[in-house]
């Protein structure tokens, strides 16, 4: 039941992180064309404080359970990582330092610029917030395919 409840909580945190990366790049994104650049730039500052909050969540969530369930199978056997165990492990490890790049310094440095009325400069950190998301959002749903095609 613990195993179970782990995997739960594994995929509430992928569908959150992973999702909300495949619905900002592919839907918010292209639809923010309607409103003008202080605008829009404005929105996605608020839209991406929130995102990146939950996201902390999730990433914590996902590690947190993949370890616990990396160490209850360990328990129960002779244990030898599936080969997409490994990939998911890496790739996820890959996706968290990644996040940290994108939340610690790329916003931070969108931020700065947004707050310094510095829009041409706020815009250019937004585009590489984009790429970023863009690589790992990627990344993310290689994984997915991985594990379910495993």
């Known amino acids: 039941?613990?195993?179970?409840?782990?995997k739960l909580l594994h995929v509430f945190g992928v569908l959150l992180w992973?999702?909300?990366?495949?619905f900002a790049h592919f839907f918010?994104?292209?639809s923010l064309a309607v409103l003008e650049p202080p605008q829009r730039l404005a929105l996605?500052?608020?839209?991406?404080q929130r995102f990146f909050a939950a996201v902390v969540v999730a990433v914590l969530a996902v590690l947190i359970s993949g370890l616990g369930m990396l160490d209850m199978a360990r328990r129960?056997?002779?244990?030898?990582?599936?080969?997409?165990?490994?990939a998911m492990t890496a790739i996820g490890l890959l996706m968290m330092v990644i996040f940290g790049y994108i939340r610690l310094t790329l916003y931070r440095r969108f931020v700065t610029a947004l707050d310094a009325g510095e829009l041409a400069v706020a815009a250019a950190a937004l585009a590489r917030?984009?790429?970023?998301v863009g690589a790992n959002l990627a990344l993310?749903?290689?994984?997915?395919?991985v594990v379910l095609l495993a």
């Open 28 to 30: 918010l994104r292209p």
């Open 76 to 86: 129960a056997s002779a244990f030898v990582w599936p080969a997409a165990w490994l």
């Open 140 to 145: 993310g749903l290689f994984v997915v395919a």
């Open 129 to 132: 917030v984009r790429a970023w």
């Open 18 to 22: 992973v999702g909300g990366m495949l």
């Open 1 to 6: 039941m613990l195993y179970a409840l782990l």
């Open 44 to 48: 996605m500052r608020e839209v991406l």
